[in-house]
């Protein structure tokens, strides 16, 4: 069986038809537009792996009106932690929510696994507000629901309510803000064969796709400062 990792949202609360599909931001948890983002680590890394860490969320920063700050440990309101137990973010602001003390952005990934920098971007893309490109109602993906159910409960150990929350069902945008649906978005789960009814399979994305650029580029829209004519 082919290695997939599988990273999960911090919430509380794919046969392509002809309909156009989209991905998904949270409107009501994007940050303030033009604001700065604080990140910072929970503990010191190596300059090595921080200066990594950190090129590697910045890929996101072309593409949105933040800015992005690096703060003292644990001081950031993104707080990422590292050789955690899973991955997962909060979703945007729901980030300001939990407790100061803890992180808000778990990598579980190791730092030398090919799959390190995808998952972190991936992570950072919630961090941003982006959620599941998978989950829009539209996405039309021939599930065989046995088949995920077995995998995400006996292989990743999940809980009915994390598979459905990650899986299938949309739960933590009040509103939301749909770009068009991309099946190599940073955002969207592979989906292997083996959890789909015919030959259906979507790879894991290694990198930001044009339609993740113009999803975010829609959140944080640039803001024109126009010179007033005397």
Request: proline residues 4%; negative net charge.
């Amino acid at each position: 069986m082919l290695h997939y990792t599988f990273v999960k949202t911090c919430s509380r609360n794919f046969t392509s038809g002809r309909r156009q599909k989209r991905a998904i931001a949270c409107s009501n948890r994007l940050w303030d537009n033009a604001s700065t983002l604080t990140f910072s680590f929970t503990k010191y890394l190596s300059d090595e792996l921080a200066y990594r860490v950190e090129r590697i969320i910045r890929q996101w920063e072309p593409y949105v009106s933040l800015s992005f700050a690096q703060v003292e440990p644990g001081q950031g309101q993104i707080r990422i932690a590292l050789n955690g137990d899973e991955n997962w973010s909060a979703i945007g602001t729901e980030a300001l929510e939990l407790d100061p003390e803890a992180p808000t952005l778990v990598i579980q990934t190791a730092a030398q696994d090919p799959q390190f920098e995808a998952t972190l971007l991936h992570e950072f893309g919630h961090a941003l507000g982006f959620h599941h490109a998978h989950l829009h109602p539209d996405a039309n993906i021939p599930w065989n629901m046995e088949a995920v159910y077995t995998h995400f409960k006996d292989i990743e150990g999940w809980s009915n309510d994390e598979i459905e929350a990650n899986i299938f069902r949309l739960e933590s945008c009040d509103n939301s803000l749909r770009g068009e649906y991309d099946s190599q978005s940073i955002m969207h789960y592979p989906v292997p064969n083996f959890m789909t009814y015919g030959n259906f399979e979507i790879a894991f994305n290694m990198k930001l796709s044009e339609r993740d650029k113009r999803l975010a580029r829609q959140s944080y829209p640039a803001i024109v400062y126009r010179a007033q004519v005397i």
